[in-house]
């Protein structure tokens, strides 16, 4: 055996000990850093079961920030004392993650209450009335598309008359009853057509395929929060020029889903937040805590649970791509939970049924909460607790006066 040879199996006789050059080096917090799961998959075979593979194969970059998404919701959020804000943003209903994906997440309990665009819950209705959307194509003629009746949403296509015409005309009819004609948040109204979906669902023979519908039996309460912002909005103010007394007040969306949020901690449990993308639903889900902080003077934290998928980059500036430690300064995060705290850049349309099938094999089902139904008493406790802050009713003659009627 040459020297060399001597040496080198010297210096390599147990592949598992230090080398003695790096004993003497001082590295006091090595094992701090150096004390992660060893990146050694298993071969795939074809017969792994999705849960199990995004434990076992997704280690790294963006698919491991998506296995951390599935276990931070599986073993943390879905604990039964932690009240979960949904937020929903881009074109998820017309690629059918409704279906796929939210409906199996309400119906288990996973989420207690949302707030989507006005445009997602819109694009549900079709679903519920059983007009088909289709697969298409990016690269198809847009003018050949509008010359044949059909619109695109990327790749995803649907009827201009037969589909969108036909739903502003049933929702016009629908906004102009009864029940309808008053000053509502847009939760009451979202609820009320969810009832509708419900029924136009069991006459088409149909089964989970409506979000709206779903949220109306498991009382999840469904937010937006730029009610004009949508062709909902748009079908609102056509009808009050036939004289509907509909009239949207986005100042109760604002108190609701503060008191859900503010009624979590008091409870002596937790709330978290899912974030699908960015956009304006992000900010209303995540105001509540400042609005319980800033604006009414509560004292409180900040959220326990921030989970996000998103595609946008935090440096432009932007509430999209906002990080959760970015969040923390503005108390809309618990500094002291941040660790639990999980961003994963990437495509909604992957990571949402890929967190929920992980979520449904590897939690039972909760017990739903149905804030709908608890939403009176939730702004009672809300406005009880505002009132008796110092520094949130100054006035202490009519702070009384008011109290006295709570």
């Known amino acids: 055996m ?38 050694l998959p298993r071969n795939l075979t074809g017969r792994e079961k999705l849960a199990d593979m995004v434990d076992d194969a997704f280690l790294a970059y963006n698919s491991g920030r998506l296995r951390e998404s599935c276990q931070l919701f599986v073993e943390k959020m879905l604990e039964p004392d932690v009240t979960i804000g949904m937020s929903l943003s881009g074109a998820l209903t017309p690629a059918g993650l409704g279906v796929s994906s939210v409906v199996p997440l309400i119906k288990a ?38 010359d044949n009746d059909i619109v ?15 739903t502003d005309e049933i929702l016009r009819e ?3 009853q009864p029940e309808f004609q008053k000053e509502m948040g847009t939760a009451e109204m979202h609820y009320l057509l969810g009832k509708y979906a419900a029924e136009w669902e069991r006459k088409a023979g149909l089964k989970n395929v409506s979000l709206l519908a779903a949220a109306y039996r498991a009382g999840v309460p469904c937010y937006t ?11 609102v103010a056509g009808v009050e020029l ?22 979590a901690k008091r409870s002596g449990g937790k709330s978290g937040v899912v974030l699908w993308g960015g956009g304006s639903p992000k900010n209303f889900m995540l105001q509540t805590e400042p609005q ?15 989970l996000q998928v998103t595609d946008a980059r935090p440096d432009t500036g932007g509430l999209s791509g906002a990080t959760p430690s970015e969040a923390v300064s503005w108390g809309k995060v618990d500094p002291a939970r941040l660790p639990d705290a999980v961003v994963c850049y990437t495509d909604t349309t992957i990571a949402m049924p890929i967190l929920t099938h992980y979520a449904l094999a590897r939690h039972k089902p909760r017990k739903l909460r149905r804030l709908y139904d608890a939403r009176p008493a939730m702004v009672k406790a809300l406005t009880r607790e505002w ?20």
């Open 2 to 39: 040459t020297k060399k040879a001597t040496a080198h199996s010297r210096y390599r006789k147990d592949l598992s000990e230090m080398p003695d050059w790096m004993k003497k080096k001082a590295c006091p917090n090595r094992g701090q850093y150096f004390s992660g799961r060893r990146v």
């Open 109 to 146: 309990g996973f989420v207690d209450w949302i707030v989507a665009t006005g445009a997602i819950l819109y694009h549900d209705l079709h679903f519920a009335l059983n007009y088909p959307i289709r697969m298409g194509s990016f690269k198809m003629d847009d003018t050949e598309l509008r």
């Open 152 to 166: 695109r949403v990327y790749d995803v296509l649907m009827g201009y008359s037969d589909c969108l015409m036909a």
């Open 174 to 176: 629908i906004l102009l």
């Open 225 to 235: 929060s730029s009610p004009g912002d949508s062709t909902i909005g748009m079908n």
């Open 242 to 263: 036939r004289g509907s007394k509909l009239r949207m007040n986005p100042s109760i969306d604002v108190n609701e889903t503060t008191a859900f949020v503010l009624a």
């Open 292 to 306: 319980i902080q800033e604006v009414l003077r509560i004292k409180e934290f900040g959220q326990d649970y921030f």
């Open 387 to 406: 009132l008796c802050c110092a520094d949130g009713y100054k006035d202490y003659h009519t702070r009384n006066k008011y109290l006295s009627g709570l």
